[in-house]
Each structure stands twice: as C-alpha cells, then as structure tokens.
C-alpha cells in the first residue's frame, strides 16, 4: 500500500512526512483492516506514546475493521482501558466483530451516517484436530472468550448478559442509529 506524503513548506526548506505522522501530531490514530498482532501493536505503541506525552488529553481512534484475533484485540482494548486520557472512538465504514467490541469500548463514540456495527460470539477459524481432551478444552476455552466479550459488551451498552448473549448468536448488524439505540454508540456525526 502507498503511504500518501505531505509536504510542507518551513524556515528549513521543503519537509516531506506521511499522513499518519500529521495524524498524530494531532492524537489521531487509525485500527484499518484486520485486527492483528502488527496492527495491535503499533496501535499499542501509538497511544502509549501519546499518553507520555499529555495524560489528560483525548485520542481519537478511526475504526474501519472486519474484526480479527480476539487476543491481540483485548490486548488493545486493556490499554485503551488503563491510559486516563479519554478515547473517542469514531466508526468510518464497518466495525465488525472484535473491531466493534473496540468501537464501542470508546470514552465518546462516534459513528458517520453510514457506517455500521457487527456483533457475534467469538469463532474458531480453520480445522480443529486433536484428542476429544483437546477439543474440549478449545472449547471451554471458546466458551470463556464468550463471556469476556459479552461481559466487555454490556458494560459499555448498559444491557444484560442475556440481551448481548441474544445478539451476538448470529452476527447482528447495526446501522448507526440502531448502533446508538443499542448502547454501541453514542452520536451520529457528519463532520470530521
């Protein structure tokens, strides 16, 4: 992929830097695409660093993402969760899944008019092999992960366990208000 660049013009002369650079000069970062160990942690560095920097002032996360590993996204939901400087999450196009549980996770979150929320249970990708023993232990751990994510889910919705548990059976889409009427977000907005 190309980074864009941007130049500018100082007493130095021309000066050239990406768009994520400028980004975060401002305390904008981006969770594009799916959530993974390299993206996690680069998303982890960047607000550990901004965090140093000013401990009070608020990140704004952009969130376009089909979801992806559990792990390495609770990972970055409890950093998002022990820095005291408030996250705004904001969701441009799609923040399904584990990106949704992030999402929703925000201090502020917003959504743009035609961006939406997808919710499920957690999934088991590929074959899974091995001694009934083994299996079951995937499963039980499966079944874990279910709690975490719905318990993580209704602390920032206000609903039940049940209600979540009700939702994420299936994957379970949300348009932006209906994102907001569930507890997912707070405000549609139409600027940036």
Known sequence: MNNPKIVKETHKGLSMYSI???MLL???????????TELVNSLISQIRY???QDKNKEITIFINSPGGCVSDGLALY???NAV???????CIGMAASMGAIL???GDTREILPHARVMIHDPLINGNIAGSALQIRSISEDLLKTREV????LSNHTGKSIEDIYEKTITDTYFYAQEAI???LADTIIHQL
Request: hydrophobic residues 40%.
């Open 20 to 22: 994520q650079d400028d």
């Open 78 to 80: 409890d950093i998002m």
């Open 149 to 152: 994510i719905a318990s993580i």
């Open 181 to 183: 009427d569930f507890g």
């Open 50 to 52: 901004l965090y140093s």
């Open 26 to 36: 401002r305390r904008e970062i981006e969770c594009i695409g799916e959530i993974n």
């Open 84 to 90: 005291q400087c408030p996250i705004r999450t904001v």
């Open 103 to 105: 999402f929703a996770s």
